[in-house]
């Protein structure tokens, strides 16, 4: 198991940015994909961006050109940075870790089997 612990969560206007951040154990991005993830109130989790372990990304259509995932090695850091934000991005965010990953399961939260605790967004109009 992974331990993943997110932060960076806030109260924003539509249209601001936030980063999060995800701190995860040693040596984690060399052996795992990680993936951001979301749930909104009486909505399914969502898969929001994914980063493989050659360096790969994938993004869900509504966030394409505003979120960027990224990660930092040395840090052993995941991050989401999200711009233009909208108030149908507010949700609870959750980082994740699964073993490597093909591209069209890499937004699927069944194949992750390690979870931050999460972090709230709320985007206000």
């Known amino acids: 198991q992974v331990q993943l612990v997110e932060s960076g969560g806030g109260s924003v206007q539509s249209g601001g940015s936030l980063r999060l951040s995800c701190a995860a154990s040693?040596?984690?991005?060399?052996?795992?994909?990680m993936g951001w993830f979301r749930q909104a109130p009486g909505k399914e989790r969502e898969g929001v961006a994914a980063?493989?372990?050659?360096?790969?990304?994938s993004y869900t259509d509504s966030v394409k050109g505003r979120f960027t995932i990224s990660q930092d090695n040395a840090k052993n850091m995941l991050y989401l940075q999200m711009n233009s934000l909208k108030p149908e991005d507010t949700a609870m965010y959750y980082c994740a870790a699964a073993p490597p990953l093909a591209w069209w399961t890499r937004l699927q939260g069944r194949y992750y089997n390690s979870w931050g605790q999460g972090t709230q967004v709320i985007v206000s109009s």
């Open positions: 040693r040596y984690t991005f060399s052996r795992y994909c």
């Open positions: 980063i493989n372990t050659d360096g790969s990304t």
